[in-house]
C-alpha cells in the first residue's frame, strides 16, 4: 500500500468519527418540545428530548368559570404521552395550557371550542305530606279550660214606701151665737184649724214623694 493511499484512509476514518461526535452533541442538546390535545373527556400531553428525569408537568384546564389543575411528570422517559382525564359539561370555548420545568422551562397551549354533554340536573324530592285525620294518627287535642265568670248584679234600687194619707180633716163646725164678736172668732178658728189641716196633707203627700220637707212648715194643728 502507498502512503497515499494510507494517508487517505486516516483521513476518512478521522472524519467519520468528527461527524459522528458532532450528531452525538447535537442530539445532546435538543430543546424539549410538547404537544397537546384537549376533548370534553380529557387533555393529552406528548413531549420529546425530555431527558433522562422525570420533569414535573402543570395542567390547567380552564372553561367558562371551571378551573381545573393537575400535576403529572415525564416518570423520567424523553419522549412520551400522558392523559388527564376530563368530565367538561356544556358548550363554549376551554383552554389547557401545559407548563413544564425541563431545560429551562417551557409550555404549550391549545383553545378549543367544545360542544360537551349538558351538566346534569338536579331534582330535589320532597316526601308527601300525609293528613293524620286520614290516616287516623292525630294525637288527641285537649279541651279548652274556660274559667266561670261571675256576674255581680247591682243591689236593687229601694222602692219608695208611699206615705199613708193624712187623716181627712172634717169640716169645721162654726158655732152660731148670734154675737158678730162670737161669730168673727169662730170663724177666724176654723180658718186656722183648715189651713193646718192643709199643711198637714202637704207634708204628707211631699213625704210620699220623697221630697224634702221645709222646716219652716208645720208639723201639727194650731197650738
Known amino acids: 500500500m502507498s502512503k497515499l493511499t494510507l494517508y487517505t484512509a486516516i483521513a476518512v476514518t478521522a472524519l467519520a468519527l468528527s461527524v459522528t461526535a458532532f450528531a452525538g452533541t447535537a442530539g445532546a442538546w435538543q430543546v424539549p418540545q410538547g404537544g397537546v390535545t384537549l376533548d370534553c373527556k380529557g387533555v393529552a400531553f406528548s413531549w420529546q428530548h425530555f431527558g433522562d428525569e422525570s420533569v414535573p408537568l402543570h395542567v390547567r384546564v380552564t372553561q367558562g368559570t371551571t378551573v381545573i389543575d393537575k400535576d403529572v411528570s415525564t416518570g423520567g422517559e424523553p419522549a412520551g404521552t400522558v392523559t ?33 354533554a349538558p351538566p346534569p340536573t338536579t331534582t330535589t324530592t320532597t316526601p308527601p305530606v300525609h293528613d293524620c285525620r286520614q290516616l287516623d294518627t292525630c294525637e288527641p287535642v ?43 172668732a169662730a170663724v177666724g178658728l176654723a180658718l186656722i184649724a183648715l189651713g193646718a189641716a192643709l199643711a198637714l196633707q202637704s207634708r204628707a203627700e211631699k213625704r210620699r214623694r220623697g221630697l224634702r220637707l221645709d222646716p219652716t212648715e208645720p208639723t201639727g194643728g194650731p197650738s
Open 142 to 184: 285537649p279541651p279548652v279550660l274556660v274559667p266561670p265568670v261571675t256576674v255581680t248584679q247591682p243591689d236593687p234600687a229601694p222602692v219608695p214606701v208611699a206615705a199613708p194619707a193624712p187623716p181627712a180633716v172634717p169640716a169645721a163646725t162654726l158655732p152660731v151665737t148670734g154675737s158678730p164678736e162670737t161669730d168673727q
Open 84 to 116: 388527564v382525564p376530563l368530565a367538561l359539561t356544556g358548550d363554549g370555548l376551554a383552554t389547557a395550557l401545559i407548563t413544564w420545568t425541563a431545560a429551562e422551562g417551557g409550555s404549550t397551549t391549545v383553545t378549543k371550542t367544545l360542544e360537551c
